[in-house]
């Protein structure tokens, strides 16, 4: 009997909004925060936030069309966009990427995992390769979480940023670089107050006060979240290593959510990925959620930094609480411009 097919990553595009916020501009210089600070408890310098009138959507169709074309793929058989910051509540933004992308009546849905959204999408989309329901799959993680931020809460505003990755997949072997051999998923609803935004669903419709504006911002208990995220990302890829059986000291790319450059760092030491695996770009890109590891996928390849083959651990934790973790073998993927 044949074996079912691999779904193997072929193609990486990624957008990033033109504007430039650095830790001294606006509107961080009338908080009451430092660029010291900020530096040196997350990591970031610089993020990109889009101007006004720029939507999820309009990164999601630039990352699509730049990882459709580094796979030299002109029809997809599914599109899924994951995002927190979709254009609407409804409908969902996925079809009108697909339609905006020349893709036709492909199906085209949303998927909403917060930061843990672009391994929650590329289990999706190995499954569905896996089942034989698609042979060519365009996963987008696209976010602008500039527009669910208060620029006046200094826990949140200094970290969240834009932008969109995408990758193709496609059905293939287990031997070819860009396999996806594992994932693993999990969620713990029970922590659903660690990152929340309190009015605007079906729970509390309207704020409460109307002049609440930060009940339809994003609130986050940093502290909480960040010890939630090292110890569930660092038990998810243990496990998956342990699955695929990797030693931990054989990983050669890994690519964590880019929540905090302290995260990564303490997740890499205690699931013992050798420094020099780590990949990421939270200095000049912060936290943009779901879209973040396909943005540092993209830059790897266009840097070529890791070879075709390479041992590569992905991993990310969001709000819900949910996390995730793939492995897969280093796409042989042509940089472009
Ligand atoms: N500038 C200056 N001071 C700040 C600040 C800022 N931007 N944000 C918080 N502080 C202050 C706090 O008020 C607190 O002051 P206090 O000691 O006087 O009470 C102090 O700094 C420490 O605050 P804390 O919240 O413990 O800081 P932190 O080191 O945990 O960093 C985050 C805050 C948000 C950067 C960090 O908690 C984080 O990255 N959390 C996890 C995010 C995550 O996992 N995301 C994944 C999915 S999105």
Redesign the pocket.
Known sequence: MALPPVAVLTGVGSCLPERVVRNTDEPFARL???DE??RS??GIESRRWVEEGTSTGDLAVRAGAAALRSAAAESVDLVVVCTTTPDHHSPATAPWVAARLGLGPVPAFDLAA??SGFTYALAAGRAWITAGMARTVLLIGAETLSTITDPDD??TA??FADGAGAVVLRAGEADEPGAVLATRLGSDGTQVDL?VIAAGGSRRPVPERPDERGERCLR?R??Q??SH?VRRMTEVSRGLLEGVGWPAGDVEAFIG?Q??QR?LDKVAELVGVPAAACLGNIRTVG?T?SASIPLVMDEAVRDKAVPAGARTLLTA???GAVWGAAALTWPDIPPTI
Do not use: K, Q, Y
Request: aromatic share 10%; glycine share 14%.
């Open positions: 009451d925060t430092s600070w900020i408890r997350t917060a930061c200094r826990g200094v970290v990152a986050m940093g502290p979240m960040f995220a959510h929540a905090n995260i936290n959620s934790f969001g709000g």
